[in-house]
């Protein structure tokens, strides 16, 4: 039953002014349509309509004149790591100086910062401590601003592989991380690491299949999980309706992990024709995060700015993703949108689209990933990714026309989560 102050706030959401949003231009994204001089009409945190024209509501209903602007559904960051962020030669003290609670509270700083860049939607692909969970459940229930978290947790590595917690460090401090920590080895130790996840909070998997550029590791992309391992991971994630996200360089150990049957692949520096072949097979999508790539390789040049082992692996791989992601989309991949933020700044997130658009990809097809495609992958398409009504209200605008000019994608001017505004054009 009901609290008596439960059922009155009820009563109250329910007795709300609606908000009538005029909107020079719409992109739903549910097609590569776009619509003109339109009002979409929020009640609560639904899209009530999409009216053809500009109306208003009644006195008591909010009016927001975006006649200048185009309208689209709330970004969706498919690869972040809202937590923390790279700064430079220090970030590789943290872990001896940083405890879970300064990581929480930098991911609430970073949390605002995306939201209000327009990402209403990220997945966070990896932790340090479950910070992202309790970050999650915080935007949740309204203590925190943020967009909406589907979180890995802690990422799934082998022992020495690109998400061991403990690679470079001092044999004597290095312990032995196992299952709980992320680190598995054989079978049994797969299947128990992605149950603690579940058990964690998680809501996806994350697994590192070859080695990383920022790993204090020497390959950035032999494979590192073998077939038996990986089955494992994928069957015990599928029995706990989680999907699975594989960090992978090297043809070999995404190509191992495509054929397991994982979610997608992000990054994807080193595959080709038989790779791409392979994720179409399997409806494989691709997270390319060329934003992660142009600026390992830019850090690279700075001398001291990377550990030794990692100086040459950011220098070789950063540059090739652009490529990558131009090649795979002539092959027809399926493509969301993904920075690995946390490596770059947080809030930047919108230069992908930049990006996306130089290795070929049109302005449309780069919001179609970060919308459309972001929610199919997450499962989530029947509330959000494309404005349509009966959707939760996640709307952006940006001013003029981003399939003009896609650098207007890093200025968004008006965003909207869950019916409530978070930030509006400046008058
Ligand atoms: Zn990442």
Known sequence: MLSVALAASLICTQALAATYIQAGKLIPANSDKVMSEVTVVVDGNKIREIHQGYITGGE????????????????????????????????????????????????????????????????????????????????????????????????????????????????????????????????????????????????????????????????????????????????????????????????????????????????????????????????????????????VAEKAKIDGFFPELVRPKAATIGPLILQTLANAHKAGVKIAFGTDSGVSAHGDNGLEFVLMVEAGMKPIEAIRAATYHGAILIDQLDSLGTIEDGKLADLVAVSGDPLDDIKRMQQISFVMKNGQIYKTPEA
């Open 60 to 295: 008591q209903d909010e009016l927001v004149d975006l006649k200048t602007h185009t309208l689209m559904p709330g970004l969706m960051d498919m690869h972040t790591h809202v937590t923390s962020q790279h700064n430079g030669p220090s970030s590789y003290m943290e872990r001896f100086t940083l405890n879970e609670a300064d990581y929480a509270i930098k991911g609430v700083q970073y949390a605002k910062r995306t939201l209000l860049a327009g990402f209403t939607t990220i997945r966070n692909l990896g932790d340090g401590y479950n910070e992202s969970v309790a970050l999650r459940n915080a935007i949740n229930k309204g203590v925190v601003e943020g967009p909406r978290i589907f979180t890995a947790a802690k990422s799934i590595a082998t022992t020495g592989g690109h998400a061991d917690p403990t690679n470079g460090t001092a044999k004597k401090i290095q312990g032995d991380p196992g299952a709980t920590d992320g680190v598995i080895n054989g079978v049994a130790e797969a299947r128990k690491a992605v149950r603690q996840r579940y058990k964690d909070g998680a809501d996806l998997i994350k697994i590192t299949a070859t080695g990383g550029v920022l790993s204090v590791a020497k390959s950035g992309q032999n494979p590192q999980f073998m077939d038996d391992e990986l089955k494992a991971i994928v069957d015990t994630a599928k029995d706990y309706g989680m999907t699975i996200a594989v960090h992978a360089h090297g043809k070999e150990g995404m190509e191992r992990a495509i054929k397991a049957g994982v979610t997608s692949i992000e990054h994807g520096t080193y595959m080709d024709k038989q790779t791409f072949k392979l994720m179409k097979k399997h409806q494989t999508y691709y997270v390319p995060t060329v934003m992660a790539g142009n600026w």
